[in-house]
T-cell receptor
Framework: DGGITQSPKYLFRKEGQNVTLSCEQN?????MYWYRQDPGQGLRLIYY???????QKGDIAEGYSVSREKKESFPLTVTSAQKNPTAFYLC????????????FGDGTRLSIL | AQTVTQSQPEMSVQEAETVTLSCTYD???????LFWYKQPPSRQMILVIR??????QNATENRFSVNFQKAAKSFSLKISDSQLGDTAMYFC????????????????FGKGTLLTVNP
C-alpha cells in the first residue's frame, strides 16, 4: 500500500541485540498497529496506538516496545528480551471506515543470525 | 474476548473449480463485521470481502462469495472458477462494531488457510 512504508524488508539480528522496525504513513490516520505473523499462527497483535504519545499493549507485547512521537511514525523495537524474534512483522493503519478497517504495509522479515 | 477458528490449515483445488474455506467465530456481540483477507506469496494483505452482521444477505465480490450463518457463527468463503492467482493464505477476521470509529477498529484473525490452485 502506497500510504504505508515499512523498512527494511529484511532484517537480521544477532543474539542479545535490540533492533527497530520502521513504519511510516502519509495518510494522516490516527490509529496504527503492529502484528507478528508466524507459520500456522495467523496475525497476532503486539501493540497499537490510537493517538500520538499514547499506545496500548496487544496480545503478545512481552519483549517489544514502541513509541508514537509523531502521527506519521510508529516504530517497533524488538528487544533482547524477546526470545523468539524470528517472524514476519506487519504494520497497519486504522481507517475511518468500518468496511475497510485497516490498511497493511508490506512487512519486515526479521531473522536471527 | 472474540476468537476466530479456521479448521483447514491447507486446501487445494484444480483451476476453474470451486472451493469453500471455513471459518467459525465466537462472540457475545450482536453487531460486528467479518472479513476475509488474502495474503499471496508477496505477503501483502488484501481485503477480499466483508460482511456486516446485521445484513442477512450474503456478500458477493465477483468470484468470491460468503455463506454467513449468524446463529451458527459461521462465515465461509466460496471461490468460484478458481484461478492460479488465487493461490494464497486466506485469513478470516472479526471486528466488533464500535461507535467512535477508526481508532478502535481492532481485528481478530484466524490462523489462516493455505489455498493452492493447481493447473
Amino acid at each position: 500500500d502506497g500510504g504505508i512504508t515499512q523498512s527494511p524488508k529484511y532484517l537480521f539480528r544477532k543474539e542479545g541485540q535490540n533492533v527497530t522496525l520502521s513504519c511510516e504513513q502519509n495518510l494522516n490516520h490516527d490509529a496504527m498497529y503492529w502484528y507478528r505473523q508466524d507459520p500456522g499462527q495467523g496475525l497476532r497483535l503486539i501493540y497499537y496506538s490510537q493517538i500520538v504519545n499514547d499506545f496500548q499493549k496487544g496480545d503478545i507485547a512481552e519483549g517489544y516496545s514502541v513509541s508514537r512521537e509523531k502521527k506519521e511514525s510508529f516504530p517497533l523495537t524488538v528487544t533482547s528480551a524477546q526470545k523468539n524474534p524470528t517472524a514476519f512483522y506487519l504494520c497497519a493503519i486504522g481507517t475511518e471506515y468500518s468496511n475497510q478497517p485497516q490498511h497493511f504495509g508490506d512487512g519486515t522479515r526479521l531473522s536471527i543470525l | 474476548a472474540q476468537t476466530v477458528t479456521q479448521s483447514q490449515p491447507e486446501m487445494s483445488v484444480q483451476e476453474a473449480e470451486t472451493v469453500t474455506l471455513s471459518c467459525t467465530y465466537d462472540t457475545s456481540e450482536n453487531n460486528y463485521y467479518l472479513f476475509w483477507y488474502k495474503q499471496p506469496p508477496s505477503r501483502q494483505m488484501i481485503l477480499v470481502i466483508r460482511q456486516e452482521a446485521y445484513k442477512q444477505q450474503n456478500a458477493t465480490e465477483n468470484r468470491f462469495s460468503v455463506n454467513f450463518q449468524k446463529a451458527a457463527k459461521s462465515f465461509s468463503l466460496k471461490i468460484s472458477d478458481s484461478q492460479l492467482g488465487d493461490t494464497a493464505m486466506y485469513f478470516c477476521a472479526f471486528m466488533k462494531h464500535v461507535l467512535s470509529g477508526g481508532s478502535n477498529y481492532k481485528l481478530t484473525f484466524g490462523k489462516g488457510t493455505l489455498l493452492t490452485v493447481n493447473p
